[in-house]
């Protein structure tokens, strides 16, 4: 079993940079890949970052070049820098774990953290 923990949401401008923090516990020996998905009022879930054991990183289009997945294992965290955000960025951003399939298909991840709001405004 894995427990993950988001923080570091919050309100921001068009433009504004935001680092999103997950921390990981209980059976972390299992706990990669780790990446983050995120779900706007009123539309479907969406990947938009992942991360491997090996350190390769894996990002949705419209977010390539402007956020950073990266993780430290001591601390058992992944992070999501997200830098020059847009309105389009608001939702609710999720930590996930562990895939055995497809990284970008929500239901193919185990482990789902509480969400976390990012809010941009225009």
């Known amino acids: 079993q894995v427990q993950l923990e988001e923080s570091g949401g919050g309100l921001v401008q068009a433009g504004a940079s935001l680092r999103l923090s997950c921390a990981a516990s209980?059976?972390?020996?299992?706990?990669?890949?780790m990446g983050w998905f995120r779900q706007a009022p009123g539309k479907e879930r969406e990947f938009v970052a992942a991360?491997?054991?090996?350190?390769?990183?894996y990002y949705a289009d419209s977010v390539k070049g402007r956020f950073t997945i990266s993780r430290d294992n001591a601390k058992n965290t992944v992070y999501l820098q997200m830098n020059s955000l847009k309105p389009e960025d608001t939702a609710v951003y999720y930590c996930?774990?562990?895939?055995?399939?497809?990284?970008?298909?929500?239901?193919?991840?185990?482990?789902w953290g509480q969400g976390t709001q990012v809010t941009v405004s225009s």
């Open positions: 996930v774990a562990f895939n055995m399939g497809e990284i970008t298909i929500a239901t193919h991840w185990d482990y």
């Open positions: 209980g059976r972390t020996f299992s706990v990669y890949p």
């Open positions: 991360i491997r054991w090996s350190g390769n990183t």
